[in-house]
C-alpha cells in the first residue's frame, strides 16, 4: 500500500461535523460546476459526480435541483474557488480551500483564525510543495474484477493507487489532472462511482505533542465552523 492509503488509514477521514455544511459545500461546488459547465449533468461530468457526492451524503434531491437552478439565475452570487497557504502553530502546514462570493470577507476570516491560534496566514506557494494534489473516487465493488488487474488496466488513465475499504468498496487515487480520464473509464466501464473529490496529501507529516495536536485542532475547528471553506489539509502526523 502506498502513501494515499496510509494518509487515508491515519485522517480516518473525518468529514465536516454537521450534515447543513456538508449540504451547503456540495450545494456551492453543484453551482460553480454548472457555471463552468452548463446544467445538463449528461454534457457536464464535473456535474454528473457532484450529484452522486450528493447522493451519498444523502442530500434531499430538490437541495439538488435548487442549487442548479440558483446557479442558471441571473442573480447568482458568483461564487469562485480561493485556495490560501498558511502555518498553524508549531510550524504545521495548512492549504485551506475555500468557495467564496466574497474573497475579501473571507481573507480577514482565515487570517484572524490564523492569528488567532499561533499560526500565520502565507503567501500563494508557500507550503503548496508540501502536499500532492489527487483525486480520489469511491467506487462500488463489482464482482470478479481483481484490483491488481484494474491498477494495471488504469494505469494509463493516471491512477496511482486502489484498494479495498472495509466496506467492500475500493478506492482509486491519481493525478489531479487524471480527473477526467479516470471519471470516463469508470463510466464507460460501468463501475458505480459512489463519490469523488480532490485531496491534498502530505509528502512528509510532522508529529506533535498531545497538547500541541489539540490548539491545531482547535484552529481547524475554527476553519470547520466558517461556511466559505469547503476544505483544510495539513501535515500533522495522525
Not at 455544511?21 to 450545494?27: D, P
Not at 444523502?58 to 442573480?75: C, F, L
Amino acid at each position: 500500500m502506498g502513501r494515499a492509503f496510509e494518509y487515508r488509514k491515519a485522517r480516518k477521514l473525518k468529514r465536516w461535523g454537521n450534515m447543513a455544511k456538508t449540504f451547503t459545500k456540495i450545494g456551492k461546488d453543484i453551482m460553480i460546476a454548472v457555471k463552468d459547465g452548463g446544467p445538463d449533468p449528461q454534457a457536464n461530468s464535473r456535474l454528473r459526480v457532484l450529484i452522486q457526492n450528493a447522493k451519498a451524503a444523502n442530500m434531499p434531491k430538490e437541495n439538488v435541483e435548487r442549487a442548479i437552478k440558483k446557479a442558471t439565475s441571473k442573480d447568482m452570487e458568483n461564487y469562485s474557488e480561493v485556495v490560501y497557504e498558511g502555518y498553524g502553530p508549531f510550524g504545521i502546514a495548512m492549504i485551506v480551500e475555500t468557495a467564496t462570493d466574497n474573497p475579501t470577507r473571507t481573507v480577514a476570516n482565515v487570517r484572524s483564525y490564523f492569528n488567532k491560534f499561533g499560526g500565520s496566514l502565507g503567501t500563494s506557494g508557500c507550503v503548496e510543495y508540501m502536499f500532492e494534489h489527487k483525486c480520489m473516487f469511491k467506487v462500488k465493488a463489482k464482482d470478479g474484477i481483481d484490483l491488481e488487474e484494474l491498477e494495471l488496466e488504469m494505469i494509463d488513465y493516471g491512477i496511482q493507487e486502489i484498494f479495498s475499504e472495509e466496506d467492500g468498496e475500493f478506492i482509486i487515487y491519481g493525478d489531479f489532472e487524471a480527473f477526467g480520464p479516470i471519471q470516463k473509464y469508470l463510466e464507460e466501464n460501468h463501475f458505480e462511482i459512489i463519490s469523488a473529490e480532490f485531496e491534498r496529501i502530505p509528502s512528509d507529516t510532522k508529529e506533535l505533542s498531545t497538547e500541541q495536536v489539540e490548539k491545531n485542532e482547535k484552529l481547524l475547528e475554527k476553519f470547520e465552523d466558517d461556511d466559505d471553506v469547503n476544505n483544510v489539509f495539513h501535515n500533522m502526523k495522525g
